[in-house]
């Protein structure tokens, strides 16, 4: 069976997080046998024109920029030509390119361009994880561009041995089951399904009205149980899989799952059921990856398109 993923972007900016990112996707690319583009953007314009000679200026002024691209790519290419020699020999097909402009819009263009089916990112400053992601690259990476985005989250462990996928029961949300299903065969990695039947699955908001342990709410979780069965048997019989079943809103259950078990990744769509493709993120993706502990992949919905030309 082929991997899912067979053409990985992984940007860096050579900090530890970066090279984190770097090794989780050659890893990928390995398990994979796939293709693996490290990538840097240089996003300084200002700074570069100061440092370069004056025939690369002048080149930019009045030529086409080819001199001052080469010129100001020279110490991005060797640096990444270095971590490419330095991991030897590796079933990955290993490759580099630099690029000049803002980062994550170089990355989306980079995605658009060569069709990355993944991009491994890391997450920035790791001590403001929590507050920060949703204002850096990473994030605007998960909003806005059109393949999976695996966001490296640097104190937990990789391999990935614990991977938890909220399911509820969207194209999407499918589809981000099947993506984590494929890095668990690769880690040999338990998967842990979790469906959350929240106001939304009752008719005029009648879940708070519902006595536990009644017949209605036996007769939905006997539902909600017997879905997750399903799923189980067709499509990931060959896995070792946990399933949850839990009541409440969705994005607090999720969070409590975060904080109490040791998650390595958790894998889900950006935009789950009644979401339109395109949106930015759905309200659950959006707070999840404000508060998520772990590594978070991240799945657009099928027919998302790119606001980044």
């Known amino acids: 069976m082929t991997a899912i993923y067979q053409n990985i972007l992984v940007p860096t900016d050579f900090t530890p997080i970066g090279q984190q990112a770097v090794e ?4 990928l690319g390995e398990k994979s046998q796939g293709r693996v583009v490290l990538f840097h953007a240089l996003p300084d314009i200002r700074t570069m024109i100061h440092s370069a000679t004056f025939n690369a200026r002048m080149d930019l002024l009045e030529g086409e920029g080819d001199i001052f691209i ?17 991991r030897g020999q590796t079933s990955a097909k290993l490759f580099r390119e630099t690029a000049v402009g803002e980062p994550y819009v170089e990355i989306i263009r980079a995605v658009k361009k060569r069709s990355h089916d993944l991009v491994v990112v890391g997450a920035g400053n790791t001590a403001d994880w929590r507050h920060r992601i949703l ?13 999976s985005v695996w966001v490296v989250k640097a104190e937990r462990s990789f391999p990935p041995k614990k991977v938890l996928v909220p399911i509820d029961y969207s194209a999407v949300s499918h589809k981000a089951m099947l993506q984590a299903a494929d ?5 040999s990695a338990e998967l842990h399904l979790l469906h959350v039947v929240d106001s939304s699955d009752v008719v005029d908001d009648l879940l708070s009205k519902i006595p536990k342990g009644s017949e209605m709410q036996k007769e939905m979780e006997r539902f909600a149980s017997e879905k997750l069965r399903s799923i189980h048997q067709e499509h990931l019989a060959d896995l070792n899989v946990v399933t949850h079943l839990e009541w409440g809103t969705p994005w607090k259950v999720i969070a ?18 009644g979401g339109v493709s395109g949106l930015l993120l759905g309200n659950t993706a959006e707070r999840i990856l404000t508060m998520s502990p772990c590594s978070v992949l991240t799945i657009k919905p099928d027919g998302f398109v790119s606001p980044i030309d």
């Open 135 to 147: 204002g850096g690259t990473a994030s605007r990476l998960v909003r806005k561009c059109p393949s």
């Open 24 to 27: 989780q996707a050659c890893w």
């Open 70 to 86: 080469r010129e100001v790519s020279k110490d991005s290419d060797a640096k990444l030509d270095k971590i490419i020699f330095e």
């Open 256 to 273: 409590q799952k975060l904080s109490d078990s040791s998650y390595d990744l958790i894998a889900m769509g950006t935009v789950g059921r």
């Open 183 to 187: 890095v668990c065969r690769m880690a």
